[in-house]
Antibody, heavy 120, light 107 residues
Framework: EVQLLESGGGLVQPGGSLRLSCVTS????????MSWVRQAPGKGLEWVSA????????YYADSVKGRFTISTDISTNTLYLQMNSLRAEDTAVYYC?????????????WGQGTLVTVSS | EIVMTQSPATLSVSPGERATLSCRAS??????LAWYQQTPGQTPRLLIY???TRATGIPARFSGSGSGTEFTLTISSLQSEDFAVYYC?????????FGGGTKVEIK
């Protein structure tokens, strides 16, 4: 079965940076689209970014565009989210999630999430 | 951006009763609509995709319907494990967008 394991969360000051990682098993990042989805404390789900397995296109929510960068390392089966210029409103649990297939972006596997707290 | 609006925000239902949840898209998403369930402290779980197809392992009491801009998730007879928050999500266009969620609570 597909497994997704996020890491890299923590406490960071406003304006700081973090890099989240999602190590995947039993799936090829060159085949499937992958997304980052976040959930602020007590709030709903917010899609953040996606990486298209086929072609490598990237997509971002307006709220993070220009600050966050999604990428993959095929050799280590790892999905990344580089987060710069962090704001208090970026505080959330960040999930990585696998899409059913490239181009069909409903999310059938989710990681357990990693908590990012932006505070001084 | 396609805005997804769910109603009601909270639904109080007795065990064994039927629950009907709504999701509306600000423009047509055809049938590119998924539903997820999230119980407290857990990660979201895919229930329905293609507006009406149950994901693997999802009980038959869950059903989805609709197309275009109006969608419904129906839980035919609520079990204790079904009390949770439900989200719809469109995948017709980038950016992907989720609805705000409907909390199904015990009446």
């Amino acid at each position: 079965e597909v497994q997704l394991l996020e890491s890299g969360g923590g406490l960071v000051q406003p304006g700081g940076s973090l890099r989240l990682s999602c190590v995947t098993s039993r799936l090829s990042l060159s085949t499937y689209d992958m997304s980052w989805v976040r959930q602020a404390p007590g709030k709903g789900l917010e899609w953040v970014s996606a990486f298209r397995g086929t072609g490598g296109s990237t997509y971002y929510a307006d709220s993070v565009k220009g600050r966050f960068t999604i990428s993959t390392d095929i050799s280590t089966n790892t999905l990344y989210l580089q987060m710069n210029s962090l704001r208090a409103e970026d505080t959330a649990v960040y999930y990585c999630a696998k899409a059913w297939s490239s181009g069909w972006n409903y999310l059938d596997y989710w990681g357990q999430g990693t908590l990012v707290t932006v505070s001084s | 951006e396609i805005v997804m609006t769910q109603s009601p925000a909270t639904l109080s239902v007795s065990p064994g009763e039927r629950a009907t949840l709504s999701c509306r898209a600000s423009q047509s998403v055809n049938s590119d609509l998924a539903w997820y369930q999230q119980t407290p402290g857990q990660t979201p779980r895919l229930l329905i995709y293609g507006a009406s197809t149950r994901a693997t392992g999802i009980p038959a009491r869950f059903s989805g319907s609709g197309s275009g801009t109006e969608f419904t998730l129906t839980i035919s007879s609520l079990q204790s494990e079904d009390f949770a928050v439900y989200y719809c999500q469109q995948y017709n266009n980038w950016p992907l967008t989720f609805g705000g969620g409907t909390k199904v609570e015990i009446k």
